[in-house]
Every structure is written in C-alpha cells, then in structure tokens.
C-alpha cells in the first residue's frame, strides 16, 4: 500500500464528514503562517533525525518497530476527529471497534467468555488485573516470577499487596515446584504467569501452573504483554512444529482469570495500544464507579466504566481495527508475522552454536536470541559484560556498517547455570540480547550474523 497516497485519503475522511456541518470561522488564535510552520517543521525534522532505525533489520535490540502503514493510516484518520474511548458518547465508531478488537483478543486465547478493554499500555492492563486479583482476594499475596517484568513489583506496591517471587528453571521459566512450595504456605490469592518474559521470550508452564494454583485456590493472571500473538502460530499443529513451539502453554491461557497482550509490541501498533481481558465479566463490578460527567448514550457498559483510566485514544482502537482487517489473528494472518522472527531466532542460535566468536546464551523459546562474545580467554562474567558493552557500543558507533543491539543483566546463579564452566568473578553480567520482532530478520540473517560475529572478534 502507498503511505502518502492513503494518509491524504485519511485526511479527507474528517473533511467530507465535516462537510455536513455548516462553515464557521476560524479563529485567528489558532493561525500560523505557513512560512512559520516550514520553518517549525524543518527544525522539528532535523531533530527527529536523532533516532534509531528500528524499521531496519540493523536494529535487532529491543522490542520495538514501526507500526504497520494500514495502522499508521487508520491511526491518523480517526485521531483527526479525536474520539476518546472513555465513553460511548466519545467516540461511538471507535468504541464499537475496540469491543470487536477486545473479543477478536480474546478469541485469541480462546477465551470463553470475557470483558475488557484497551489500556495506554501493559503495564496499565497488568495494574488493572492486579487490582481485580487484589478486589476478588482481599488480603492474600500475589507470586509472580522472578524473571516477571518489574511492574508487577512495583504494582503490588502501588496496591498495597504484598508480592512474592517465586524462582525461575534454567531456562527462565516459572519452577512450578518452587510455586507449589511458596502456595503451601496459604495466603497467595494470585498468581501470575508470564507467556513470554520480556528479557529471554521464557514462557512460563501456564498449563502445569494453571491447575496448581487452582487447587490451593488462586486466581491466574496471564502476562502475555510481549508474548501474547504467539498464540496463533501456536494454535496450528503444522505451525507450531515448524516453529518448535510448545503449544502447551497457550492453550491454557484461556482457562486463565485475566490476560494482558501489547498490541504495541508485536500487534504492529503505535505506543499507546495494550490490552487487558477477564474472563468473567462480572469483575465490572469492582470497577463500579459513577461520573457526573459521562455514561449518556449507550445501555451497555461503557469502556471507562470498566477500566481504572479515564480518557484514551479511540485512534489506538481504529488503528488496530483496521489492521486486523487486514491481517486477522488467524495462524495464517498475523501468524506468519510472528513465524518469520521465529523462524529468525532459531536459525540464529544454530549459527552461534556453530561460531567460534559468538556463544548461546540460551536456546530461545521465541523470537528473542540472547549471547556472549566468546572471547579468547577462559569464559568470565566480568570479561563477558566488558566484551557485551564494547560490541554494543563499537555497533551502534559504526557509521557506515552500523547494528543495533541490546543488553540484558542476568546474576551470577544464572549465568553460571548454563555456563557451568564460567569464573564467577562478579555478581553478574549483561550479555547481547536480540529482540527478532521484525520477520524481516529472517532474510537480513546472513548479515546480522556475519556483522555481529565481526565486531565480537574485533570489538
Ligand atoms: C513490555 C512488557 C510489560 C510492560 O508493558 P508496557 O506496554 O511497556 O507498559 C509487561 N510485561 C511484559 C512481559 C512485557 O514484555
């Protein structure tokens, strides 16, 4: 699709509609003169030029990409006409498409039934579903992981609960013995598993944990923010085999009490687009709040009167409805999104296996390759975190044959773990880790390998 042609079609969409309106005047506070705004804007060009490239397969560092030009367009339309998703009243077209986004996210999972709604970000769904873990178990803890991302501390913080964290197996993953150990002793009211960590793409056994919170009478909290749309290769035999993905895990999510997805992340949406679903719409009622202002025009629930946040994008509803038209969450839709950096990972750990410059950090269970430098001399946590800054750095540095990577921190125990032979001569190290969120990587792959394998000879 050409961008500049349909960004101009999205800017006619709010002008025909407006048309129905009668002219009034402008008013001439509001005026720039259109030499002022060149010149603004050549400023402003010239400052965003200080970025990185993250549409380029040369930036394999974090989870991030641009969005998909059908959300791009779909963004930029609606938000000229600005529709706040809180209340019906505030966007009706944006609040009809963001229920059918929310049920299409929660046929995902294969939800059975479900509420929920949109949120500016993960860990906003993650507070909520916290908050209803608090509301439905008053008093008791919540476990999480300690591989979990930090928001859950910090969330149970915010809330008063207290939080425990529960030890993770040498992949990363939640040690269900280790669960079991910490709900024997009775007050965890929830539990939270993570469906892809945001530092390895660990999956924790949601269908080992699943049944055993349930018998000690927790609730499960799914985050899937990173790992969600992994569901749908998943949910393909054929796939998932190709892909060596256990397809465990996923298929208990939906007999789970809440789950958090980012469409931001892989959902091919702008920042602003999380996700969080329950699967027993009768939590609304912890949400029961009354607001002199709103709530006028619809009989159903509105979205605001299910959330902790009040206003939000209906832009960020648009975006995604438009996009899952085009590319629906099917195996073969935004699947084959997801297999492309699968596919990319995998290749890549066969090829740092097989190097000499280059060690696996681990296998990886997604799209997320994490590795060392080797080095000349014996393996040591303190040369490995020198050698993973100075790639990371002699990468980012390099004009005219730049790559981008990231950096992830992991303690001693763990390291030395899957590297048993390593000197523990700190308390920890950052390795090179590689989010392949973008499935062009598969093809860039040769040259990823080829340049990063250099600058750890060299760097
Ligand atoms: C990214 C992420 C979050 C936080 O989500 P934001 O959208 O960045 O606020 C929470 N949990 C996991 C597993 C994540 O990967």
Redesign the pocket.
């Known amino acids: 699709m050409d961008l500049r042609y349909w960004l101009g079609r999205a800017a006619e969409v709010v002008e025909r509609w407006g048309e129905r309106f009668e002219p009034f005047e402008p008013h001439p506070s509001h005026h720039v003169d259109d030499a002022d705004f060149a010149a603004a804007f050549e400023r402003f060009a010239k400052r965003l030029e200080h970025n990185y490239p993250f549409f380029h397969p040369r930036y394999a560092g974090q ?1 991030v990409k641009p969005p998909h030009p059908a959300a791009v367009v779909g963004y930029l339309a609606a938000m000229r006409f600005n529709p706040n998703n809180h209340a019906y009243e505030g966007g009706p077209a944006t609040s009809d498409m963001e229920r059918e986004c929310v049920a299409a996210l929660a046929a995902m999972f294969a939800l059975p039934a479900h509420v929920g709604h949109l949120t500016s ?4 769904a ?1 507070l909520e579903a916290l908050y209803v873990a608090r509301q439905s178990h008053p008093g008791r803890a919540v476990a999480y992981s300690e591989q979990a ?1 930090y ?1 859950h501390r910090r969330m149970c913080h915010v809330l008063g609960v207290r939080g425990v964290a529960v030890a993770a197996d040498g992949l990363g993953r939640m040690d269900a013995d280790a669960l079991e150990a910490v709900l024997r002793g009775g007050d965890v009211g929830t539990v939270v598993v ?1 469906a ?3 530092g390895l793409g660990a999956v924790d056994p949601v269908h080992e944990i699943l049944p055993l919170a349930r018998r000690y009478g927790a609730r499960v909290h799914v ?1 899937a ?2 790992g969600g749309f992994f569901a749908l290769p998943a949910a393909d035999p054929a796939q998932a085999a190709a892909l060596d993905l256990d397809p465990r895990p996923w298929q208990a999510i939906g007999g789970c009490d809440s789950v ?1 997805v ?1 469409p ?2 892989h959902g091919l949406q702008p920042y602003g687009c ?1 996700a969080v679903l329950f699967a027993d719409p009768a939590i609304g009622r912890h949400f029961a709040h009354d607001s002199p202002y709103t709530y006028f025009t619809d009989a159903e629930l509105h979205l605001g009167e299910i959330s902790l946040e009040c206003s939000r994008a209906g832009a960020s509803a648009a975006a995604l409805w438009l996009t899952l038209q085009l590319l629906p969450l099917t195996p073969d839709g935004f699947g084959a999104v997801l297999a492309g950096g699968r596919r990319a990972a995998l290749a890549w750990a066969d090829l740092i296996r097989d190097s000499p410059d280059l060690t696996l950090y681990q296998q990886p269970e997604l799209d997320i390759v994490t590795y060392l430098p080797s080095g000349t001399g014996p393996l040591s946590l303190a040369g490995t975190d020198a050698a993973g800054e100075r790639v990371l750095r002699a990468g980012m540095s390099a004009e005219d044959d730049p790559v981008y990577l990231s950096l992830l921190r992991v303690d001693a125990a763990d390291f030395t773990r899957r590297h048993p032979t390593a000197l523990a001569d700190a308390d920890g190290a950052r390795i090179l880790r590689s989010v392949l969120i973008k499935p062009e990587a598969e093809h860039y792959l040769p040259r990823l390998h080829a340049r990063v394998t250099e600058l750890a000879r060299t760097a």
């Open positions: 989870m970000s993960g860990t906003i993650n991302h928001t993570t892809g960590t945001t985050d923010a990173y958090t980012d931001h992340k999380g």
